[in-house]
């Protein structure tokens, strides 16, 4: 099972900010579990904190700037890609301005320092967002469409589309994250000629140069046009004839500009607050767009706040109803789970097919079958004696009670269906004592939760 990472020690990157001009220090520290990522503007008063979450984008016009109250940060999506990719959960950044310093413009040493320092593996596993249908936001006005897909792993394909003669359309797809750090975090943002003058105006750029960016000089200009341009931002003279790429260091990819729309996408959806996993196919994506789907996304996992675990019925248990009688002493009529189909360290999912003769159908309601809520407690407290006593070397010599219950919540009547169970340690045994919390699930929705504390006791004949 993944567990949550942070940092193994602290770094920081000075650098000038792309759209400010300043010179900035961003530091990131090692975060506690359950932390994510968070933004600390330590030249505040007061130095705020603030959620690295969708919903605290306020504008997306060149880079995602985050805001709540007076604090504002930019330019914090190479980071946040790096730390995404490279599978770190918790970290706080400090930053001494209101943006992150640009550096070359990609996210390269973001990850090299992260890889310098090392990563932390934490107590607690990783909470990871499966997505189980397709999910799709468009902007029709713009073209751009980005749509997500099930799978097993987290992928990304971006493909861009412009209107030039020298950057007309490319795509770059990452197969695994385990990848990034050689086939994406090195890519370059990128700018258009015909972009600069009214970024400047708009009083952004003030620190972008060729060092921190790739120019595309796409449409042909006056040369005292561009001549002017060339002393605004400080490059060198160019030939307004000649059409390209201009920067000082060369492509490093012939598809750069798509593979930092990656990066971009990468860093954008950090801000959903939870690990995906599934496959996203971004047409024409950009941070507004990024933004807009991020959201969706999180409203999705605020729809389903405890996600259901994956069942597959074809697939063999872990655990039969042979086994199931080897570790608990519960007979029918009380046996109230089928098979296992998953288990580790800390939790278990189980499965429990209400069918249309159960005994306690005849009573509870002979008209309106319903399961008694209090047996859909019992079938989570057998699940998490199941988990309890898996590994013990004579579990048939052990009987698991109730100590208390506590938060139960009904959310769904269970006539005839296909339960789920998933128990997990909410702490460990203590003197044979242990809390739980359990959970089941008709599809993908939670019919029934609780807390309960059980106690494990050893002498039986």
């Not at 706080?92 to 990563?119: H, K, N, T, Y």
């Not at 460990?428 to 494990?456: D, K």
Request: aromatic share 8%; with cysteine.
């Amino acid at each position: 099972m993944l567990k949550q990472n942070t940092l193994k020690e602290s770094f920081s990157l000075s650098g000038k900010g792309l759209h400010t001009g300043l010179k900035l220090t961003v530091t990131f520290l090692p975060a506690p579990v359950g932390h994510g990522y968070k933004i600390q503007r330590v030249d505040m008063k007061g130095q705020p904190i603030m959620d690295a979450v969708a919903e605290n984008v306020v504008d997306t016009q060149r880079g995602t700037v985050l805001g709540k109250g007076e604090m504002r940060c930019s330019t914090v999506e190479h980071a946040l890609a790096a730390f995404y990719a490279l599978g770190i959960d918790n970290v706080l950044m400090q930053v001494d301005g209101p943006e992150f310093p640009i550096l070359d413009g990609s996210a390269e040493l973001f990850v090299r320092e992260i890889q310098r320092v090392g990563i932390c593996e934490q107590e607690a596993p990783k909470d990871y967002y499966y997505i189980t249908k397709k999910i799709e936001f468009r902007d029709d006005k713009t073209g751009a469409c980005i749509t997500l897909l099930p799978d097993e792993d987290f992928s990304i394909t971006s493909m861009i589309a412009f209107d030039g003669k020298v950057l007309s359309s490319q795509f770059a797809t990452l197969d695994s994250m385990d990848k990034f750090a050689s086939e994406v975090a090195a890519a370059r943002t990128f700018v258009f000629v015909r972009e600069i003058e009214q970024l400047l105006q708009a009083g952004l750029i003030k620190g972008g140069d060729l060092d921190n960016a790739i120019v595309i000089y796409e449409r042909q200009t006056t040369q005292e046009s561009l001549d002017q341009l060339c002393k605004l931002t400080g490059a060198e003279h160019h030939d307004a004839t000649e059409l390209g790429y201009v920067q000082h260091k060369p492509l490093v990819w012939d598809n750069e500009p798509a593979r930092h729309k990656l990066l971009d996408i990468i860093g954008d959806l950090a801000l959903v607050g939870k690990p995906l996993k599934g496959r996203i196919i971004a047409t024409r994506p950009g941070h507004t767009i990024n933004n807009m789907f991020a959201r969706m996304i999180r409203k999705e996992i605020r729809k389903h706040e405890v996600q259901a675990p994956k069942y597959d019925p074809s697939k063999a248990p872990l655990m039969d109803v042979g086994m199931i009688k080897k570790l608990l002493p519960h007979r029918y009529p009380m046996q109230l789970v089928d098979k296992v189909i998953d288990i580790k360290e800390n939790y278990i999912v189980a499965i429990k097919n209400v069918t249309s003769d159960e005994p306690f159908f005849q009573g509870h309601f002979p008209n309106e079958p319903v399961m008694p809520g209090v047996l859909l407690i019992e079938a989570m407290a057998q699940t998490g004696g199941l988990l309890v006593l898996h590994d013990k070397e004579h579990p048939e010599t052990y009987s698991t009670y109730f100590l208390r219950i506590d938060n139960v919540k009904f959310r769904q009547k269970v006539p005839g269906d296909t339960l789920i169970f998933r128990v997990v340690m909410a702490s460990p045994l203590h003197h044979n004592i242990g809390t739980m919390q359990g959970y089941a699930f008709i599809g993908e929705n939670c019919v029934a939760e609780a807390t309960f504390t059980a106690q494990v006791i050893a002498g039986k004949k």
